[in-house]
Every structure is written in C-alpha cells, then in structure tokens.
C-alpha cells in the first residue's frame, strides 16, 4: 500500500476519475460575470449620495444659524447684576414678594398674641391673657381632674409596666 505525501491535498484532481474530475476544472470564459452590477449605475448613485449630503448640510447650517439668532433674541442680558437691568422675578404665581419681612410681620403678631390682652371669642366671653400670666394662674389653681368612679381602686404607688411584658405586667421597682 502505498502511503501519501504529507504535503497532498485532499482535493488534489490527480485523486478523482471520470465524473468527478470535470468539477475541478474552469471553463474557458469563465473569469467574473459581467452582469454583476454596471459602473454606470454605481456613479450615478455615488453622485446622487454626495448631492444628497451636500444640501442635507447647506440646510441644517441654516437651520442652525436660524436657531442661534432666534436664541440670541430671547437670551438674558449679558450682566444680570448690572444696576440698569430690572431685576428677574419668579414666574407666576409670586406667593411671598418679601419673605423676610412676612415672617417678621408674622412673628412680631405671634409674640402679640402670647404676651398681650386680647379677646379670643367675644361672642362666648373668651379672653386671651399673657402666657406668663396663664402659666402662673394654672400653678396657683392647680389643673382640672377627672372624679374618680366609684368601685375602681386606684393604682398601688410604686407600680411601674415591666418592660419585658410590653406593659400588660405590673412591678414594684425602686426609686
């Protein structure tokens, strides 16, 4: 038997006979085919892209400069702190002009109505005195309380809610 060069290639036509040789070889004419695809065509459609890009581009410069214009019109001054410029104001609706002096106006009546006389209803005979005052009445008079029930037992001094019981057990702690 004998063995092959290392250097054979499978398709090698000296390997076929009959049939399967005539595969291998070219016909003559056969180089490319010519009716692929016309150069004509191919310019025409190169020439149609480049006019094509060329008015895409002369239209968005347009375009482009338009915009800016249109931009420079609306624009703010170039110095918005300059003393002749009115100043900006916040779109509408402006709720606070002068926060500072609302929350001034605010507090100054604030502090009227805790430190000062007034009526709070007229109709019911409401008045309205100083907190100071209010405070000093209420520890000399003491607060108002419930009456107790009858039949309930007040609460053991010293009692306190366990801390491990969420506050349903009661305990004697110290103090």
Known sequence: ???HDIAHRPNDPADFHG????YFETPPGAGYEHTDASVWTIVKFGFWLTVSAVVIHVGLGFMYSMLKDQAMERSAPRYP???????ALPAQPRLQQFPRNEIYEF??????VLHGYGWAD??????RIPIDQAMRLSLERGLPARAQEPGLTPET???FASDSSAGRVMERRRQ
């Open 1 to 3: 038997m004998a063995h």
């Open 19 to 22: 049939a399967d040789a005539q």
């Open 81 to 87: 702190l300059a003393s002749n410029v009115d100043p």
């Open 107 to 112: 507090r100054v009546k604030e502090e009227m």
């Open 122 to 127: 007229k109709a019911a005979g409401t008045v």
């Open 157 to 159: 001094p010293g009692l």
